[in-house]
């Protein structure tokens, strides 16, 4: 089984600031690892995924995240945000072997003011 | 191609009540699932399937039914509401093996 931790429930940042959003995981296997974004009233959306390959992995609106194994760390970056990056973000954790279940983290709520 | 479409949007309910959330892809997906939301907890799973036919639990069973006739439906059955499903209810759906799972808009559900 697995488990995910997002140490920070909350982040306020301004505007044009750079970003950190932290995700740890426990594991026994392997893991595929993602990063969700939850806009208000809406479903979640997926801004990047780990599946093998390049540690780095960038995603969509300027958001990057890197995979470190021996810290078992897949933290969320962007070095300038926008008021529209106002959101609550989710990290999740997968078995590599099924690729089946998501289990998510408890989400933190990023908050971009003026 | 409109993805993972949910019904009703919102719906309120007395205890005791049963009703059905609807969840359909026309991404021919194998693998679909059902989430619960609650605040401070993020998403848990209740139920999933790997293809037509074929159902298991997930973290938070209890209290919720799943069938699978077809591809494309995934309906999740509430049996007799209680005021702990009070929630926000998403359906999921990935092809198979690949991990990524697109959302639908999710069903606020309200029991009195």
């Known amino acids: 089984a697995q488990s995910v931790t997002q140490l920070d429930s909350q982040v306020p940042v301004f505007e044009e600031a750079p970003v950190e959003l932290r995700c740890n995981y426990s594991?026994?296997?392997?893991?595929?690892l993602f990063w969700y974004v939850q806009y208000p009233n809406q479903g979640l959306q997926l801004l990047l995924k780990?599946?093998?390959?390049?540690?780095l992995v960038k995603g969509i609106n300027g958001f990057e995240a890197e995979f470190n194994k021996s810290q078992t760390s897949f933290h969320l970056r962007k070095p300038s945000v926008h008021i529209s990056d106002t959101a609550e973000y989710f990290c999740a954790v997968s078995d590599a072997r099924s690729a089946r279940q998501l289990t998510f983290g408890s989400g933190t709520q990023l908050t971009v003011l003026p | 191609n409109a993805g993972v479409t949910q019904t009703p949007k919102f719906q309120v309910l007395k205890t005791g009540q049963s009703m059905t959330l609807q969840c359909a892809q026309d991404m021919n997906h194998e693998y679909m699932s059902w989430y619960r939301q609650d605040p401070g907890m993020g998403l848990r799973l209740i139920h999933y399937s790997v293809g037509a036919g074929i159902t298991d639990q997930g973290e938070v069973p209890n209290g919720y039914n799943v069938s699978r006739s077809t591809t494309e439906d995934f309906p999740l059955r509430l049996l007799s509401a209680a005021p702990s499903q009070t929630s926000v209810y998403f359906c999921a759906s990935s092809p198979q093996g690949r991990g990524t799972q697109y959302f639908g808009p999710g069903t606020r559900l309200l029991v009195l």
């Open positions: 594991s026994s296997v392997s893991v595929y």
């Open positions: 780990y599946l093998s390959g390049s540690t």
